[in-house]
């Protein structure tokens, strides 16, 4: 015999005397043909006992990664052990087991005809049941291999159908080194009359379907594959060109986001729908029309006006709709299509006047005048629009209401699992962490294996966000937290208390300044301390008598109310708090504290009471100087730090100092002016909790985190900014670049979230307009953001009731703006806005530069615009 058929069969010998640890062995190796043919022959009673031990010893490593080749040689034993379909999929449905794909699938099926087992579509089907976001393709192409050569039908649900369009558009066969044409893929394909009208069915997937293939020329973006693939298959009647166009149409229709849509106008636009097709379906359109986003109003509106004879009155009942809108580009093609109607419907071009006449009030004041004037030459004089105030007025905000009471403390084991299930079941969010540590020290300090018992499943369930600690980020605790949790109920000896106790003396030099031990200069000093106070309380847990955090807050903003923090330390008797625990309390206590309270914490005689009264005779933490710094990218540092290589050439942000004389005990008032370095913004969100009463140092901290939702077009950088209002203390400018950022924010949510900021910030007299309105004016004027992007959120500010605020804003940005090289793009729409805020409030403001733009010849509209405030300022 060859040595490979002699180790086969003493392989075999050994599984069927009893031993399994050679066979393993193999699975952790990834050796999957030799596990296969290890477990040839094996009577069925034996492999049902080799089962069982398979189990118990794939849940020693079940945080193991299972990749193609380990994972395939599980899949192997798995199917040829286990006794049925549900207890295969318990193991082979875990997101960290990932066979490799039809390879995997070739293999089990000879595994499972040798071995007469008939359940293979059924652990398919319970294998992609438990399918995630997260889902690899090759476990797409694992079970739909599986299901193809089975004859079963594939699953339909969402996720199974974004993975098949994955699978479309990354296959795991390829031919000479090449992928065939995506054409070709589908047509191929068993599941495409399954999973085609599926794709009009499922939220948001028209962004996959926008996928580009490979081609020659990389410096160009190349064309949607997908679309142009249904098309052809249309023209060939591989697909149903009907089911396709009325796919679109409704898909249309029910709405998404709009990058999500774009997939159906562009397969509208391959298929090409003639007039009849169009006519056909000419209610849809107009529905469309006046409904859909702007690009796919867009798209029903030419295709409407190429139809060469279409019935009026439907088209001017959707324009009495549409002209609504604030599309500008749409209504001002709608407005000349209605002018072309009524030359031609000379019987009817008053009634089409007045339906011209109804954008007269559009909130655009280029299409007002240019309505107005189509409207009076078909004999329709608008009534003239009337500004909502005539006299001056400033904002109308209410008065901010006061922080409100801290949610009651966690008293009991169940309600301390759900809300640590809530934390650890999503994308990690950290906002009700404080609370819930609390918690956990009270209970675990009263019985800690039963807390371990009830918490265990949890850390089990936990979403693949808190799996592990994300290297590339200095900023995730995701690892820390977790450990935290898994501290509770463990002994002194432990080596988890070795690892916490070696991790607090790494971070905190008691006889130096700062205590607080820089051990990455990427991660922010506020950051610095959440990460000490987890290993402290990781540390001491499960220690008899604890009575929870001193610094747990007492407002939802983060205060600690001092005579809370008073009664805390009293209760302690002359047991010491944790420092971290103690600092943090501090550090939460509000700047005045009546003199009543040091009085009654002198009395404690406690070394705790003794740090609290000089906190409250120094004054506690002082207010850092602010400075703003421009950052240039170093394309050297690139080399070792991916944040200097992606970020802009240019960004303004702040450096932190303590003022002169100051020791920086903590470091909490150093920081330089440099990029942030992590990703994982939910970590951002607890920082205003930790330094409730300084505004501008944690305004500085989260920065380039908001600079980056402007200038690189980041997702969720600004949602911190309703929090940092609600902090205390001088916001300086910080505060200022964090607004003017925000505004200018790429994505929706980002400018929402700042334009809360902005009013709770105006409401609480908080809010410096022309500090923030320079700083915007000097980022826009150097084109470090775009300011078409502010325009939005600025209207809407002073539509909600801070006119005044806004154009004291715009008042100031304008300056820089017009006296740049290059006016940016988006200069006479904030004219516009500046002209309305001014004319409704009725203050007038010098801009400096703008009388000069005014008094040029032409008529551009940018000149049009800084005509327009002028002549609104001369008014005033």
Excluded at 571 to 598: I, K, N, Y
Aim: with cysteine.
């Amino acid at each position: 015999m060859t040595r490979p058929v002699q180790s086969t069969v003493r392989r075999r010998r050994e599984l069927a005397a009893g031993g399994t640890s050679d066979l393993f062995d193999l699975v952790s190796s990834g050796d999957a043909d030799s596990v296969a043919a290890a477990l040839e022959g094996l009577p069925e009673q034996r492999r049902r006992e080799i089962g069982v031990e398979l189990t118990a010893w794939f849940k020693q490593h079940r945080d193991n990664w299972w990749a193609a080749g380990t994972g395939t040689a599980l899949a192997a034993a798995v199917v040829g052990c286990l006794p049925t379909a549900a207890q295969a999929a318990a193991i082979l449905g875990r997101p960290s087991v990932n066979p490799h794909g039809r390879r995997a699938a070739e293999l089990i099926r000879r595994t499972a005809q040798e071995r007469g087992v008939d359940w293979l579509v059924d652990l398919a089907h319970r294998i992609a049941a438990r399918f995630r976001q997260d889902t690899w393709v090759g476990r797409w192409h694992f079970i739909a291999a599986l299901l193809h050569a089975e004859g079963g039908a594939p699953p339909t649900d969402d996720r199974c159908v974004q993975l098949w369009l994955t699978g479309v558009e990354a296959p795991d066969r390829f031919h000479q080194g090449q992928p065939a044409p995506v054409v070709d893929r589908l047509r191929d394909d068993p599941f495409l009359a399954a999973m085609l009208p599926r794709l009009f069915e499922v939220d948001g997937i028209g962004v996959q379907m926008m996928f580009v293939a490979p081609h020659d020329n990389w410096d160009e973006h190349g064309q949607p594959a997908l679309p142009a693939a249904l098309a052809q298959l249309a023209t060939e009647g591989v697909v149903d060109r009907m089911m396709l166009l009325d796919g679109s149409i409704s898909r249309l229709l029910r709405g998404d986001r709009p990058a999500a849509l774009r997939a159906f106008t562009t397969l509208l636009d391959q298929l090409a729908p003639t007039p009849a097709e169009v006519t056909d379906r000419v209610t849809d359109y107009l529905r469309l029309l006046v409904d859909a986003p702007a690009p796919v109003a867009t798209m029903a509106q030419k295709a409407l006006r190429k139809l060469p004879e279409l019935e009026l009155e439907p088209i001017l009942d959707a324009a009495r709709q549409m002209l609504t809108r604030p599309d500008k580009t749409l209504v001002r093609t709608q407005l000349t299509w209605l002018d072309q109607l009524a030359r031609q419907h000379r019987d009817r071009a008053a009634e089409i006047g007045e339906v011209i006449a109804v954008a007269a009030d559009h909130p655009a004041v280029e299409l007002r005048e240019r309505a107005a004037a189509l409207a009076a030459r078909h004999g329709v004089e608008p009534a003239p629009v009337i500004p909502a105030l005539t006299r001056p007025r400033g904002d109308d905000l209410s008065p901010p209401a006061p922080p409100a009471p801290a949610s009651d403390p966690i008293n009991d084991v169940d309600e301390l699992t759900e809300e640590v299930a809530a934390l650890l079941g999503a994308p990690y969010e950290g906002a009700p962490l404080e609370r819930i540590l609390d918690g956990l020290v009270r209970l675990a300090a009263a019985d800690g294996p039963r807390v371990r018992a009830a918490l265990d499943p949890v850390i089990e369930r936990r979403h693949w966000s808190w799996a592990n600690e994300h290297r590339w980020d200095p900023l995730c605790l995701c690892e820390t937290v977790v450990e935290v949790f898994r501290s509770a109920g463990v002994g002194r000896t432990d080596r988890r208390r070795e690892r916490w106790e070696k991790l607090l003396k790494a971070v905190h030099r008691p006889d130096a300044v700062p205590e607080l031990a820089v051990t990455d200069p990427k991660v922010p000093p506020i950051h610095r301390l959440l990460r000490a106070r987890l290993a402290e309380i990781g540390a001491y847990l499960d220690e008899p008598g604890q009575s929870g955090l001193l610094a747990l807050p007492t407002s939802t903003n983060g205060l600690l109310d001092p005579m809370a923090l008073l009664e805390r330390l009293t209760a302690l008797g002359h047991r010491e708090p944790g420092h971290w625990d103690l600092t943090q309390a501090l550090l939460r206590l509000p700047a005045d504290v009546d003199e009543s309270v040091a009085a009654k914490v002198a009395a404690l005689g406690t070394a705790a009471g003794q740090r609290l009264a000089g906190w409250l005779r120094d004054g506690g933490l002082p207010q850092p100087v602010i400075r703003s710094r421009t950052v240039t990218r170093d394309p050297r540092r690139g080399n070792r730090h991916w944040e200097w290589a992606y970020m802009p050439a240019e960004r303004i942000l702040v450096e932190l100092a303590p003022p002169t004389g100051t020791i920086d005990r903590y470091g909490l008032l150093t920081a330089p002016a440099t990029p942030l370095g992590g990703d994982h913004s939910g970590w951002v969100h607890l920082w205003p909790s930790l330094l409730p009463s300084h505004k501008g140092a944690v305004t500085a901290y989260a920065l380039p985190l908001v600079a980056g939702a402007a200038d690189m077009d980041e997702r969720g950088g600004a949602t911190v900014l309703p929090l940092l209002a609600e902090v205390g203390g001088p916001g300086g400018v910080a505060l200022d670049l964090a607004v003017a950022y925000g505004l200018a924010a790429r994505h929706g949510p980002d400018r929402v979230a700042t334009v809360d900021a902005l009013l709770a910030l105006a409401a609480a007299g908080d809010f410096d307009a022309a500090g923030t309105g320079e700083q915007l004016g000097t980022l826009a004027a150097r084109q470090l953001v775009k300011l078409s992007r502010v325009v939005e959120p600025l209207r809407d500010a002073a539509q909600a009731g801070a006119p005044l605020t806004v154009w004291r804003l715009l008042a100031a940005a304008l300056p820089a703006v017009l006296a740049a090289p290059t006016p940016p793009r988006g200069v006479p729409d904030l004219l516009t806005l500046a002209a309305e805020t001014a004319t409704t409030t009725g203050v007038r403001i010098d801009v400096p530069g703008l009388a000069d733009l005014a008094g040029r010849s032409g008529s551009s509209r940018v000149v049009t615009e800084a005509r327009r405030l002028h002549k609104a300022l001369s008014e005033t």
